[in-house]
């Protein structure tokens, strides 16, 4: 990434780098591994691993935990909150918080989601008093409010972005439209705990998983 290696060019053997530090033909197989499956290295058999500088991407599998998920990866999450406030949907009063969430880079933050949520004031009193560009919302769920997400029922469609999220997720000017679920969070007891809309950027794979019976 610091420019030592340029695009195409062939790093070191697997030989040469048990030398270069100290290790064993394992640990450096599985380093060259996780090069591959980030898209940073290319292994060509009979002739070496060559570098390939495609943009990383981040492969949201798990609807929330967006902090846990890049504290899986050794990366540090951010949240700029840009809205917060309490509306009438209704007549129930819900605290809206709307935040970009990305991964801190050495250039700066890379923000891959534009998140907005609806949580039920009458289940969460007193939301409003916590910073949610410094904590995690589902963490103070858990731990002052002891309620933890269970599971969520989301829908995929496409979501026509303004200039302003099209300038913090990085999108071409070009582009009209973004990748959005939009849903329902349940929790423990199967209760509706939050309304959610996630926007998500050019720099995020969207996996589903689902069990077979």
Do not use: C
Request: no cysteine; proline share 3%.
């Amino acid at each position: 990434m610091n420019g030592e290696y340029k695009q195409g060019e062939a790093i070191p053997s697997e030989s040469e780098m048990m030398k270069m530090f100290q290790t064993t033909r394992g640990t450096v197989r599985k380093a060259i591994s996780m090069l591959v499956t980030e898209g940073l290295v290319e292994q060509i058999r009979g002739k070496g691993t060559f570098v390939r500088l495609n943009p990383l991407k981040y492969s949201i599998w798990n609807f929330g935990g967006f902090t846990d998920y890049l504290k899986s990866r050794n990366e540090v999450a951010v949240s700029e909150v840009l809205e917060q406030t309490t509306v009438n949907m209704g007549g129930k009063a819900y605290f809206k918080l709307v935040r970009a969430r990305g991964v801190k880079k050495d250039t700066g933050v890379l923000y891959l989601t534009v998140d907005t949520s609806y949580l039920p004031v009458s289940l969460f009193p007193g939301l409003e008093r916590y910073d949610f560009g410094k904590e995690s919302l589902y963490n103070v769920l858990r731990n002052d409010y002891r309620i933890y997400p269970g599971r969520t029922e989301i829908t995929l469609s496409p979501e026509e972005v303004n200039d302003k999220i099209k300038e913090i997720l990085q999108v071409d000017k070009n582009e009209t439209s973004l990748l959005k679920a939009e849903g329902v969070v349940f929790d423990q007891n199967n209760t509706e705990i939050e309304k959610v809309k996630v926007v998500y950027g050019p720099h995020v794979e969207f996996k589903i998983m689902t069990n077979m019976n």
